[in-house]
């Protein structure tokens, strides 16, 4: 019997988040009831409890890098796969009361990650505006209208003025171009099916700290020829400074033959591997080299079996 279709869907909230966005931009995801969340631990709790079927959130940003919240939190607290990734293009607008002009700014709310896209905007225009940080773009603008906050603007997307009846007295106040923001969908128990395209993501947690020990991890990804398009160290959080895992993101998936056989080497070789996820890979689908060194690994597996057939019994 197949699984049931999911229905609800949970992502970081409230509605008008560029989280919001991105999940629109999907067609069932779009089709099934969207649950807003106040923070992402909120939304990857509620997932765990089985009180949504998915979640959605946002992991890496072009500008900032990866949302160490998110990804810290898969790694280290849930046991959840990642089913997909979206990239969504940002584009920050910066959202008051209607009438405000931007000399009368004299705060700015938006969470970290989006103010930290905006910094030279502020630095120029709003030198002396106080910066506080809320849990989404979305929020900043809600809390504005609703509580009638003259003299505060939101960085938020145009969408959210809209939402909240606010005006946009900036447009376009990321610091550089091609700002771009990826977003995962999370669930429980399944990996998606491979389509060819896809990444697979996973921890490493090494049985040393010693010279070598990061080489050892990379030549198994080498030697299978498989590209490795994200890696990164994080600290274990179980000790004190100087313990390090290293979260890596590798193109293919799970079901490919090269990959579960590099899998299979870091799990005995290393100290641990937590794997949490293969799924396809947002935009085009390109010449993968993996494919034919998956052929290759076949035939030459097939040549070692063929060689252990004639020994003698």
């Known amino acids: 019997m197949s699984a049931p279709t999911p229905r609800r869907v949970g992502f970081l909230g409230p509605f008008g988040t560029f989280t919001d966005q ?22 990857l709790d509620a997932v765990e409890a089985g009180e949504i079927d998915l979640g959605f959130v946002p992991i890496e940003n072009s500008i900032e890098g990866t949302v160490n ?30 009438g405000t002009k931007i000399a009368d700014v004299a705060e700015v709310h938006s969470m970290p990650v989006a103010t930290a896209q905006c910094h030279a905007f ?14 989404s773009t979305a929020e900043a603008a809600r809390r504005i209208a609703e509580d009638k906050l003259s003299g505060v603007a939101a960085i938020a997307p145009e969408s959210a003025a809209a939402m909240y009846g ?8 990321a610091d550089h ?16 099916a491979p389509t060819g395209h896809d990444r697979t993501a996973l921890v490493v947690f090494q049985r ?37 895992c290293f979260v890596i993101y590798a193109d293919g998936h799970v079901a490919d033959e090269l990959m579960a056989d590099a899998l299979r080497e870091l799990h005995a070789k290393q100290g641990g591997v937590k794997f949490f996820g293969s799924f396809p890979a947002a935009g085009q689908a390109v010449h993968n080299a993996r494919e ?9 597996d097939d040549w070692v079996l063929y060689l252990r057939s004639r020994i003698t019994r």
């Not at 991105?22 to 939304?43: G, K």
């Not at 998110?70 to 209607?98: G, M, S």
């Not at 171009?177 to 998606?192: A, E, H, I, Y």
């Not at 020990?213 to 100087?242: H, M, V, W, Y």
């Open 22 to 43: 991105a999940a629109r931009t999907q067609h069932d995801l779009a089709a099934m009831e969207l649950v807003p969340f106040r923070t992402v631990p909120d939304v």
């Open 208 to 244: 040393a700290d010693e010279p070598g020990s990061l080489i050892s991890i990379l030549q198994e990804f080498a030697a299978r020829r498989i590209n490795i398009d994200n890696l990164q160290s994080r600290p274990t959080k179980n000790t004190g400074l100087g313990d390090y």
């Open 69 to 98: 919240l998110t990804q810290d939190a898969l790694v280290f607290d849930h046991d959840l796969y990642i089913q997909r990734e979206v990239v969504l293009d940002i584009k920050h607008f910066l959202l008051a009361l209607p």
């Open 292 to 300: 034919h060194a998956d052929a290759r690994w076949r035939d030459a």
């Open 177 to 192: 171009d091609n700002n771009q923001t990826r977003f995962v969908l999370v669930g429980k128990d399944t990996v998606p």
């Open 122 to 135: 502020l630095r120029k225009e709003l030198p002396k505006a106080e910066i506080r940080a809320v849990t």
């Open 166 to 173: 606010l005006d946009v007295i900036a447009r376009d106040i």
